[in-house]
């Protein structure tokens, strides 16, 4: 079934209403072993583009995951990714800054792990918690020598917004792709998860007070992600907003758009020059003894 992703971008410079964004949307599957299957053609693709990516050395690809607890964000890289060649793509996943992340700017931690040419490389979380958790939590500004009972609040994060737009422009411009995914899952889903997470007990260690605590600020983290898919959302580092009710037909929908994202790159082979075919002749002489 084909998959239109200009349905899931977020318009650049437009209002978002989270409210009207669906979480679920009619399957591209049809079954069981029809999600494997395209999921695994989709693989397939990927592969193919990543050792283009890889042989070409000419860009890189910076793929953003951010979402609520519990909105499939490490199965999606899990299953997504999972055909990709580990050479070439590198996961970080950010937790708390740690004192020396706190003592440089927002953006430093994450400069310090962007993927290098002809790499792919996916953040689980990133700067734009500077953005959500902390716009949510202003308490969270103090230990980066920020008193938010000083300060225009409304000031500060339009200008994080801008920084994160102009850094994200500065990569693009340095052949840095950049792909970013708002997995949108609904309330009650993710209160179904979360039980899950404690009735399992493979899953007992992802359960977390605080993830309860979170989730009583719904509504608060829901206007923090409309106001930052709106500022930052750019017809250079676009958001999609992922329905992630069901994780099957997320990681199709995610799939499909990096690999239209590499593919739209028209990238190739690096082709030998005379002197290299040269070299490569001489080289087969003496192979062929």
């Not at 693989?43 to 979402?67: C, H, M, P, R």
Request: charged share 35%.
């Amino acid at each position: 079934m084909k998959i239109n992703i200009e349905k899931f971008r977020i318009p650049a410079g437009k209002k978002v209403d989270l409210d009207k964004w669906p979480t679920l949307v009619k399957p591209f599957y049809q079954s069981e072993k029809d999600y494997r299957d395209s999921l695994g053609a989709g693989l397939d693709e990927l592969t193919g583009l990543q050792k283009k990516l890889y042989a070409s050395n000419q860009y890189s690809l910076l793929v953003i995951f951010q979402a609520m607890d519990a909105a499939g964000k490490d199965s999606a890289i899990k299953h997504v990714m999972s055909g990709v060649d580990p050479q070439g793509c590198q996961v970080f996943s950010f937790k708390k800054p740690s004192d020396e992340e706190l003592k440089h700017d927002f953006l430093w931690r994450s400069n310090c792990r962007l993927p290098e040419r002809g790499r792919i490389g996916i953040f689980n979380r990133s700067y734009y918690e500077e953005v959500l958790v902390v716009k949510v939590h202003p308490e969270y500004l103090r230990p980066q020598g920020i008193d938010p009972d000083r300060i225009d609040r409304k000031a500060l994060w339009k200008g994080r917004y801008e920084s994160i737009v102009d850094s994200e422009r500065h990569l693009h411009r340095n052949n840095t792709r950049i792909v970013k995914f708002f997995l949108h899952v609904s309330m009650e889903e993710q209160r179904k998860r979360l039980l899950s997470r404690i009735e399992s007990p493979d899953k007992n260690w992802k359960f977390n007070l605080e993830d309860i605590k979170e989730r009583e600020r719904w509504s608060d983290y829901m206007k923090a992600y409309e106001a930052c898919l709106a500022e930052t959302s750019t017809d250079q580092a676009p958001w999609y907003a992922i329905p992630a009710d069901d994780k099957r037909n997320a990681r199709l929908i995610i799939s499909k758009v990096i690999v239209e994202t590499l593919d739209s790159l028209k990238m190739r082979y690096p082709v030998a020059d005379k002197a290299k075919a040269r070299e490569l002749q001489e080289i087969r002489k003496l192979l062929a003894g």
